[in-house]
């Protein structure tokens, strides 16, 4: 097994064998991110506490109170034995280059060595973790914060016939946050039988958005009715169930903690799930699809026979037969086909609405309490459509393609309707994809750094009326008019809007929620207006004196303000939240001083399917490696990434004809 690094980071791993791509895909991973994925493994057990201390407490005690222990046993004991094997040469690769190297891993070295289960426990956690993200309140804190308004990704595919080249396209952008379990890894790994280039989070064991000679996927967020919530009626220690009152079933903890005290835990569960006591204090109950309940455990082997296809026909197959807990999948091939699929465990519930999963379910009635999951092969899946192009970008999957899908040919509630799409984004990302007759590459990389805020050409004329009147606001309304609408460096006025937009929505619902924007005309449409632009003056009155309050100008140039990457090696930001309209993302954190970049876009690649050889370009963000003093060396310049993606350059990758010689 050999490791060739380039200029920019990226490991080539060639062996002689799989297991051998996989003990080199660690090696190389820990070489870039050890004291990273080694704090994650740590919390994956639910034992960081015991290792370093009571900076981890809460998120061990969330493990005891939940269960999670004993969900980790049941998705280890599913894999299949050669995913086993693979996992095991994974770690063995991670392990070895830690013992070479006593720096790597720092303060986190107590988790070695790393084992095949931590792997599955850290798999688990992850799609935990999204599965929490929809949860919005009703079980656990809200996602978001402080200037994050949420992941989310994008993705285009374009059949030859469709595309302006003659060859198959496809544009692979998830865009996540650049810290924690979602940062990403880079590699490109050589074996017998399969070569593949292709990034996943930290901590996986191989490719999971990748390409290879034959096929090329990329996943995106898709709104999934997986986290149910139970509101309980108890009594004591008991709850009501129909008209019975049933005992909750209670486990002991105990969560140690690194020179402190340890302390007990009770885990309380259900008929529904894990029990859990919400932000308001009422008593609910999770029921998980395909994490917690009916768990489908085959994500990691999912992804290596994704890697071993030849078309998206058996890329689909592949899906089909190991499936992932969520995620669409937009892919194409060689062959000039191209397909998109919409994945996940969505409950079987006939006659039921998405919207169910959106809010408390009485807990005492058995009627809603699910069983089984939907297959695989009745989710809605097309391949080559009539338009040429398919495209998501996390709205419903009902609009991967034109005309749209139609919800009828799929079980019920496993997606929103065709009227309900998450962001404005989907509108303006299949306008762009029907406006030509012929799709380039220079089109598909026209529309990814796009950083118009489209959500100011549905509000901003309104807001601006609303708030013209107002004397405390001229200059505010000053500045938004003379503002270009876009969030580029040198944009004045983009700080105040983003300000603005962020207080006005909920986070994650700039369009879903129909108290704020009047919805559109047409199914799936672009929203008409703001609803009550009294109150929409109200929250530009608040962003006022928060960017006053702040020492910053209200036309400050944004570049000036929000940086990506840390001093002196940082650029100037530009791209903004997709909720704004934005397609090329950036989240920022607002504050006194610099607004720092905390994620965003994070792997962008363009694949070419030509007719000799695939080419690809690509670009990693925040950059290769997190390791302090990493591969000393092969490190690239400081910085590097960030300010290519500043100048939105994306880099060559070699063609596989040439990356199969090194």
């Given amino acids: 097994m050999r490791i060739d690094w380039d200029e920019h980071g990226t490991p080539t791993i060639t062996a002689e064998d799989d297991l051998g791509a996989c003990r080199g895909f660690g090696h190389a991973q820990a070489l870039a991110h050890a004291t990273a994925v080694l704090e994650l493994y740590g919390i994956a057990r639910g034992r960081a506490a015991a290792l370093w201390g009571e900076e981890f407490l809460s998120g061990d005690v969330d493990h005891a109170r939940l269960g999670l222990e004993a969900a980790v046993e049941t998705w280890w004991l599913a894999q299949e034995e050669g995913t086993r094997q693979r996992l095991e040469a994974f770690c063995e690769g991670f392990n070895a280059a830690c013992a070479e190297d006593p720096d790597l891993g720092g303060a986190r070295r107590e988790a070695l060595p790393v084992t095949a289960r931590d792997v599955v426990a850290h798999t688990l956690a992850l799609f935990f973790g999204f599965a929490r993200f929809w949860d919005q309140g009703l079980a656990f804190p809200t996602a978001g914060g402080e200037g994050l308004l949420g992941g989310g990704s994008s993705a285009w595919a374009v059949t030859a016939e469709r595309s302006g080249t003659g060859e198959a396209l496809l544009m692979i952008n998830p865009h996540i946050p650049w810290v924690g379990p979602y940062r990403m890894f880079e590699a490109r790994s050589v074996s017998p039988g399969r070569r593949c280039h292709g990034a996943t989070p930290i901590g996986f064991p191989w490719q999971s958005f990748a390409h290879t000679p034959d096929v090329g996927w990329t996943h995106t967020v898709n709104p999934l009715p997986q986290l149910w919530v139970y509101e309980l009626e108890t009594a004591g220690d008991r709850y009501r169930l129909g008209e019975e009152?049933?005992?909750?079933?209670?486990?002991?903890?105990?969560?140690?903690?690194?020179?402190?005290?340890?302390?007990?835990?009770?885990?309380?569960?259900?008929?529904?799930?894990?029990?859990?006591?919400?932000?308001?204090?009422?008593?609910?109950?999770?029921?998980?699809?395909?994490?917690?309940?009916?768990?489908?455990?085959?994500?990691?082997?999912?992804?290596?026979?994704?890697?071993?296809?030849?078309?998206?026909?058996?890329?689909?197959?592949?899906?089909?037969?190991?499936p992932l807990p969520m995620f669409n999948i937009i892919a194409a091939d060689s062959s000039g086909s191209i397909g998109a699929a919409f994945c996940g465990a969505s409950p079987h519930r006939p006659g039921g609405s998405f919207e169910d999963s959106r809010h408390r379910l009485p807990g005492h009635e058995r009627s809603l309490i699910w069983e089984e999951l939907n297959?695989?092969?009745?989710?809605?899946?097309?391949?080559?459509?009539?338009?040429?192009?398919?495209?998501?970008?996390?709205?419903?999957?009902?609009?991967?393609?034109?005309?749209?899908?139609?919800?009828?040919?799929?079980?019920?509630?496993?997606?929103?309707?065709?009227?309900?799409?998450?962001?404005?984004?989907?509108?303006?990302?299949?306008?762009?994809?029907?406006?030509?007759?012929?799709?380039?590459?220079?089109?598909?990389?026209?529309?990814?750094?796009?950083?118009?805020?489209?959500?100011?050409?549905?509000?901003?004329?309104?807001?601006?009326?609303?708030?013209?009147?107002?004397?405390?606001?001229?200059?505010?309304?000053?500045?938004?008019?003379?503002?270009?609408?876009?969030?580029?460096?040198?944009?004045?006025?983009?700080?105040?809007?983003?300000?603005?937009?962020?207080?006005?929505?909920p986070v994650g619902e700039v369009v879903m929620d129909d108290n704020r924007l009047t919805p559109a005309q047409t199914p799936g449409g672009l929203p008409t207006g703001l609803r009550d632009p009294e109150e929409a003056v109200e929250s530009l009155r608040r962003s006022v004196a928060t960017l006053v309050g702040w020492g910053l100008p209200l036309d400050a140039a944004y570049g000036e303000v929000a940086r990506i990457g840390e001093a002196p090696e940082d650029a100037p930001a530009s791209g903004g939240p997709t909720y704004f309209g934005l397609f090329k993302c950036l989240e920022i954190v607002p504050g006194e001083g610099t607004w720092p970049a905390i994620g965003g876009d994070s792997w962008i690649c363009l694949v070419r399917f030509g007719a000799e050889a695939q080419t690809a370009s690509g670009l990693l963000l925040p950059g290769p490696a997190s390791e302090p003093g990493w591969a000393a060396g092969r490190a690239p310049v400081p910085g590097a990434a960030a300010r290519r993606y500043a100048a939105e350059e994306l880099v060559p990758q070699a063609p596989w004809h040439r990356a199969a010689s090194r």
């Fill in 245 to 322: 009152l049933v005992p909750v079933e209670t486990h002991e903890h105990r969560v140690e903690v690194r020179d402190g005290e340890g302390v007990t835990v009770t885990e309380r569960r259900s008929v529904h799930g894990p029990v859990t006591t919400a932000p308001d204090g009422a008593t609910v109950a999770l029921r998980i699809a395909g994490v917690l309940h009916r768990p489908v455990t085959t994500a990691l082997e999912s992804w290596w026979q994704m890697s071993l296809a030849g078309s998206v026909r058996e890329l689909f197959a592949a899906q089909e037969q190991w």
């Fill in 375 to 505: 297959p695989p092969h009745s989710l809605p899946r097309v391949i080559d459509p009539d338009c040429g192009w398919v495209q998501n970008v996390n709205e419903t999957p009902w609009w991967f393609c034109d005309p749209p899908m139609d919800p009828a040919d799929h079980p019920d509630g496993i997606a929103p309707a065709p009227d309900r799409i998450r962001d404005i984004r989907s509108p303006l990302s299949r306008a762009r994809m029907a406006a030509r007759d012929r799709i380039g590459l220079e089109d598909l990389l026209e529309l990814k750094w796009d950083t118009r805020a489209h959500l100011a050409d549905i509000v901003l004329d309104q807001l601006l009326a609303a708030a013209g009147a107002d004397g405390d606001l001229v200059e505010a309304v000053r500045v938004l008019r003379d503002w270009d609408r876009h969030a580029e460096a040198e944009s004045r006025g983009y700080l105040l809007f983003h300000l603005w937009a962020h207080d006005h929505f």
